[in-house]
């Protein structure tokens, strides 16, 4: 990923100053050949990272940032890291030449690598930052999203039991009636009967108030009710 390159591109800056800075108080013959491997891994790493922010950019918000960040000011780390790879290939080539080892060249490396480690630095962060911006963002789609997946099984579930509910209560306030109501005559049967006299005999009692009963006896009602 872009993150772990820029940071392998740091640590690798940090690498060859360490080793031009005993190189420069040592003269071991031998460090000069670690500066050039350690140079050409450092320029291996760059061109993957201009790369890949010249294939980003334009393409996310991230893509753009990381592409400011190599290619436009304050940091153009393009120009700086080329120029700093440059710059020590100068002083190994000095030194394979048989040259002694220029002081201002090596103050150059040494200056220019806190600077640009500092600037790389300052990329990550602002990097990481455009990142997790990003992915804040994703977050709050798939809470929408997720939001409105659930809001629209709660209208389907309502369009679709609303109706069996309203059927499911017009069936039992029809069993109720029925359970209520004699089927030849349509009147009360004793069930309605004992529920209403209970019922009454409760308000006569609360309001204290006589309760009466008329009974009637129908002749041939026999005809009726076969």
Request: include cysteine; hydrophobic fraction near 40%.
């Amino acid at each position: 990923t872009i993150v772990s390159k820029s940071s392998a591109e740091s640590n690798q800056v940090h690498r060859i100053v360490n080793l031009v800075t005993e190189h420069h108080y040592t003269n071991n013959s031998n460090i000069p050949l670690e500066i050039e491997e350690e140079n050409a891994a450092l320029a291996t790493i760059h061109k993957s990272l201009v790369e890949k922010a010249q294939e980003k950019k334009g393409r996310s918000a991230s893509g753009d940032v990381i592409s400011r960040i190599y290619f436009e000011q304050p940091y153009k780390l393009d120009t700086k890291v080329s120029f700093f790879i440059m710059k020590v290939e100068d002083y190994v080539d000095a030194i394979k030449a048989g040259e002694k080892a220029d002081p201002d060249l090596y103050n150059y490396i040494s200056r220019q690598s806190r600077a640009l480690t500092q600037a790389l630095s300052s990329s990550l962060i602002i990097y990481e930052n455009a990142f997790l911006t990003k992915v804040e963002r994703l977050r709050m789609v798939q809470l929408a999203a997720i939001l409105i997946i659930g809001v629209t099984l709660m209208l389907e579930a309502f369009a679709i039991f609303m109706p069996l509910v309203g059927r499911v209560s017009k069936y039992a306030e029809r069993l109720h009636e029925i359970s209520m109501t004699d089927m030849l005559t349509g009147i009360g049967n004793r069930r309605y009967f004992v529920r209403r006299a209970r019922q009454e005999i409760k308000r006569a009692a609360r309001l204290e108030k006589g309760l009466c009963i008329c009974m009637v006896d129908i002749d041939f009602f026999k005809i009726v009710n076969d």
